[in-house]
């Protein structure tokens, strides 16, 4: 199929109307009305080309446009543990008090969505899409971009584009003040369970446990750096390696709850009691934090409340209003409790 290069062109400026693109495409209005409403009746090489005239001249409506659904769409990498608790909550707390609903879609773990996720969204067509902890391709971003469907991330996994406004926290400090509480303890062989290099998170607390090092005057040792992708098992898993060093560890910086977690179910296998033996500190402070023995020290990520502030960003960009910030960091807190303590003599 090949698209007409005599079809009249909108005027200059302006965006195609169904019509045009139809005709631009050399297919039925119907056709390009099914592409336009995320229908799946289309064969794949019709859709690719009416979505490439979409990108490309634009799209506007004939008639009024008909109004999204009261949803807000809610993406997660994968829903496990009380992190998407602490989300949907957030989220919620203000879909509620707008009237709408929440939809969740969940990724099995993958931090981008495949191709059949946007045309679910697209027949949802949904007030606005929240990713939490995972991204949009550039063309899944435009095709929602010319369905007036809002993005707003949560903590995203890397660099958030220029057009995608998002909340996160402040992972840099967080890291900082975890591993200033440890040297000030009199800790030096601290070692660090950070996330994947790909997050940036993981790389921002990481980079915050260096800078206090690094302030301190106390030299990292390449061994105490352990890159985990923020599990339970990763956790386990390097603090056995760092537990069973010749000159082990006195303190180790989780970079999140479930791999602190780990460590403790590390060191007990070895015999060792937190915090006489060994100090742990965790991030995100999640309510399991507080019931762990001992209980956690923490730098608490305000999850619900980061959550709450994107789902009201989103609503704002749809109604046409422009928040103040399209990049909004929110502080985060250390939390002290009985999992730290100064180094055994």
């Given at each position: 199929?090949?698209?007409?290069t005599?079809?009249p062109?909108?005027?200059?400026?302006e965006?195609?109307?169904?019509?045009?693109?139809?005709e631009?495409?050399g297919?039925?209005?119907?056709?390009?009305?099914?592409?336009?409403?995320?229908?799946l009746?289309?064969?794949?090489?019709?859709?690719?080309l009416?979505?490439t005239l979409?990108?490309r001249?634009?799209?506007?409506?004939?008639?009024?446009?008909?109004?999204?659904?009261?949803?807000i769409e809610?993406?997660?990498?994968?829903v496990?543990?009380?992190?998407?608790v602490?989300?949907?909550?957030?989220?919620?707390a203000?879909?509620?008090?707008?009237?709408?609903?929440v939809?969740?879609?969940?990724?099995?773990?993958?931090?981008?969505?495949?191709?059949?996720?946007?045309?679910d969204?697209?027949?949802?067509?949904?007030?606005?899409v929240?990713?939490?902890?995972?991204?949009?391709?550039?063309?899944q971003?435009?095709?929602?971009?010319t369905?007036?469907?809002?993005?707003?991330?949560?903590?995203?996994?890397?660099e958030?584009?220029?057009?995608?406004?998002?909340v996160?926290?402040s992972?840099?400090?967080?890291?900082?003040e975890?591993?200033?509480?440890?040297?000030?303890?009199?800790?030096?062989?601290?070692?660090?369970?950070?996330?994947?290099?790909?997050v940036?998170?993981?790389?921002?607390?990481l980079?915050?446990?260096?800078?206090?090092?690094?302030?301190?005057?106390?030299?990292?040792?390449?061994?105490?750096?352990?890159?985990?992708?923020?599990?339970?098992?990763?956790?386990?898993?390097?603090a056995?390696?760092?537990l069973?060093?010749?000159d082990?560890?006195?303190a180790?910086?989780?970079?999140?709850?479930?791999?602190?977690?780990?460590?403790?179910?590390a060191?007990?296998?070895?015999?060792?009691?937190?915090?006489?033996d060994l100090?742990?500190?965790?991030?995100?402070?999640?309510p399991?934090?507080?019931?762990?023995?001992?209980?956690?020290?923490?730098?608490?990520?305000?999850?619900h409340?980061?959550?709450?502030?994107?789902?009201?960003?989103?609503?704002?960009?749809?109604?046409?209003?422009?928040?103040?910030k399209?990049?909004?960091?929110?502080?985060?807190?250390?939390?002290?409790?009985?999992s730290?303590?100064?180094?055994a003599?």
């Amino acid at each position: 199929m090949t698209s007409s290069t005599d079809s009249p062109a909108a005027p200059e400026g302006e965006p195609f109307t169904i019509a045009q693109l139809a005709e631009r495409a050399g297919v039925s209005v119907a056709t390009v009305s099914k592409v336009v409403n995320g229908r799946l009746d289309v064969a794949p090489d019709t859709r690719e080309l009416v979505e490439t005239l979409i990108r490309r001249y634009g799209y506007r409506r004939q008639k009024r446009p008909s109004r999204p659904a009261p949803l807000i769409e809610l993406l997660f990498h994968e829903v496990r543990g009380l992190y998407p608790v602490e989300v949907i909550n957030g989220v919620s707390a203000v879909a509620r008090a707008n009237g709408l609903g929440v939809v969740v879609s969940e990724l099995g773990g993958s931090h981008v969505p495949g191709r059949g996720w946007v045309e679910d969204v697209l027949a949802r067509r949904p007030v606005g899409v929240i990713p939490v902890f995972c991204g949009v391709t550039a063309e899944q971003r435009e095709r929602l971009r010319t369905r007036d469907i809002t993005i707003v991330a949560v903590d995203p996994t890397g660099e958030p584009g220029h057009d995608d406004p998002s909340v996160g926290t402040s992972n840099w400090n967080g890291g900082l003040e975890a591993t200033r509480h440890l040297l000030e303890l009199g800790h030096r062989r601290i070692a660090v369970i950070t996330g994947p290099e790909r997050v940036l998170a993981g790389r921002a607390r990481l980079d915050g446990f260096r800078a206090a090092m690094d302030l301190a005057g106390v030299p990292v040792d390449p061994e105490l750096v352990c890159v985990g992708d923020f599990q339970i098992e990763d956790g386990r898993d390097h603090a056995r390696t760092l537990l069973r060093l010749p000159d082990p560890p006195t303190a180790i910086f989780a970079c999140n709850d479930g791999s602190a977690l780990g460590v403790y179910h590390a060191a007990a296998e070895l015999g060792l009691r937190v915090p006489d033996d060994l100090s742990v500190v965790g991030f995100d402070d999640l309510p399991k934090a507080k019931w762990m023995i001992p209980p956690l020290t923490s730098v608490r990520q305000p999850l619900h409340d980061m959550a709450a502030t994107a789902a009201t960003m989103l609503l704002d960009l749809a109604a046409g209003r422009t928040p103040p910030k399209r990049r909004v960091e929110i502080a985060t807190e250390l939390v002290l409790r009985s999992s730290t303590a100064p180094p055994a003599r």
